[in-house]
């Protein structure tokens, strides 16, 4: 059954703290996403990774940095996190090269910062 | 970067009618489009992906995309309570590698 899975679902953390937010897929998917919603913005996307240490800035990765060490984790960090952080964290996997392969969401990472 | 415009932002249809959503894009730099649905508090799940003008159909769900007119739609038949959810248009642009951009969805209450 393939899987795309986030860790934590939820979290609060004070304006300031350190944030780390963990993707694992079991798919072998080589290319991995960080996207965040916020409501009347849609899907905006972080960052991609293309396989091991190969990332790629998204639309708005000011604020954030990824790993990627191994081909089934990607992790998401946020130093020093910002109230204007406050969001719903998606990541996602797919296939190389992918125009033809879906994208696999996982349940979201809801992060509050105080 | 695409721009997504969907309408209408939110949908009302009684169980068994047919729903349409609608998505309009920016410019012809996509070539492939999807849709997605998101029941509250989870993921995306993709419904239709379409990659040439004309209809897509998986089950009850159909997408039409018309490049000409940058346009996609989706129609679901014969909705259901449990079809209840927000729909999302997805549009990859060309050369981006695996880029997604999105609209910022349409919620769609089915009543009974």
């Known amino acids: 059954d393939m899987k795309v899975t986030q860790m934590p679902r939820y979290l609060i953390k004070r304006m300031g703290e350190n944030v780390l937010l963990e993707c694992g897929q079991d798919m072998s998917h080589e290319t991995m996403y960080w996207y965040r919603q916020d409501p009347g913005l849609g899907l905006q996307l972080i960052y991609i990774?293309?396989?091991?240490?190969?990332?790629s800035e998204g639309d708005i990765p000011k604020g954030y940095r990824v790993s990627r060490k191994k081909r089934e984790h990607f992790s998401l960090i946020l130093d020093s996190a910002k109230t204007n952080q406050t969001s719903v964290y998606f990541c996602?996997?797919?296939?190389?090269?992918?125009?033809?392969?879906?994208?696999?969401f996982g349940p979201g990472t809801r992060l509050t910062v105080l | 970067q695409q721009k997504v415009q969907q309408s209408p932002e939110s949908l009302t249809v009684s169980e068994g009618a047919m729903a349409s959503l609608n998505c309009t894009f920016s410019d012809g730099t996509s070539d492939n489009f999807r849709w997605y649905r998101q029941h509250s508090g989870k993921g995306l799940e993709v419904l239709v992906s379409?990659?040439?003008?004309g209809e897509k159909e998986e089950g009850r769900f159909t997408a039409h995309l018309n490049r000409a007119s940058l346009h996609v739609s989706l129609h679901i038949r014969e909705p259901q309570p449990s079809d209840s959810a927000v729909y999302l248009c997805?549009?990859?642009?060309?050369?981006?590698?695996?880029?997604?951009?999105f609209g910022k969805g349409a919620k769609l209450t089915v009543s009974p």
């Open positions: 379409i990659f040439s003008d």
């Open positions: 997805a549009a990859m642009q060309q050369g981006t590698g695996s880029k997604l951009s």
């Open positions: 996602a996997s797919s296939r190389l090269g992918g125009r033809s392969y879906e994208q696999y």
């Open positions: 990774s293309y396989d091991v240490d190969s990332n």
